[in-house]
């Protein structure tokens, strides 16, 4: 099955129920609907909290990284520590094999975002019925009307964002509560982070996203639009 064949079939979303629902009950409502094999969580591992509500709601659902080539090495060092830690069903897609280090993302961000990120996550979709993103509606202006669930259209698949309600304070108490451990970047000006030639870190009281992509118009990198 392509992203673009109808997923099987798609439940009747109760979008009043999941807006007050928990993050855990909305992913295990994701399992539920869809069937855990069906789901592919992507996580930018810029904290914690998304892959471990997902591991300890549905132990085993497919988390996938996006390796853009370019990710910052605290990044990736952070999520060979969640994976040993958590246990998770971990899988880095890769760009395809002609795509090697450039200097693209010097001239074209949104080609270099194209083959980096779009056509992987693309692939990472395909024959899947449900996404499971991290998109807040506190991560900024952009996202503010950010759905729990949605069908996304152009994909078509059910996007599911179980972490569409919580604010900045919500992801700080989850971290305690559980005894995250963070981003080493998280604590060094970056409260987003992304690859390291587009992500700068943030002087206080900036936006939160105003580090990605600083001095130009992009503010997404074609995957959350
Ligand atoms: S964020 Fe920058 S380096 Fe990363 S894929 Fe997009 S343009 Fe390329």
Excluded at 83 to 104: A, F, K, M, Q, S
Aim: aromatic share 8%; glycine share 6%; proline share 9%.
């Amino acid at each position: 099955m392509t992203p673009t064949t109808p997923p099987p079939s798609q439940p009747t979303l109760a979008p009043t129920e999941l807006e007050h629902a928990h993050p855990a009950d909305i992913v295990r409502w994701a399992a539920d609907q869809f069937g855990v094999e069906h789901l592919v969580l992507t996580a930018s591992f810029e904290d914690a909290v998304l892959v471990h509500v997902a591991a300890t709601a549905v132990p085993g659902i497919e988390v996938v990284l996006l390796d853009t080539q370019y990710l910052f090495a605290e990044t990736k060092w952070f999520a060979e520590e969640l994976r040993r830690r958590l246990d998770l069903n971990l899988r880095i897609e890769h760009p395809t094999p002609d795509i090697v280090p450039d200097n693209l993302w010097q001239t074209d961000t949104e080609g270099c975002c194209n083959v980096r990120k779009v056509l992987p996550l693309q692939r990472a979709l395909a024959g899947k019925a449900a996404w499971i993103t991290g998109v807040r509606r506190a991560d900024g202006p952009t996202r503010s009307n950010t759905p729990v669930a949605s069908f996304d259209v152009g994909r078509g698949l059910t996007k599911v964002n179980p972490l569409a309600t919580f604010s900045d304070d919500d992801v700080e108490l989850y971290q305690q509560l559980y005894d995250l451990p963070k981003n080493p970047l998280s604590e060094r000006g970056y409260p987003s982070i992304g690859c390291w030639p587009c992500t700068r870190p943030v002087a206080p009281g900036e936006d939160k996203r105003a580090g990605r992509w600083s001095g130009s118009n992009k503010t997404e990198c074609g995957l959350h639009v």
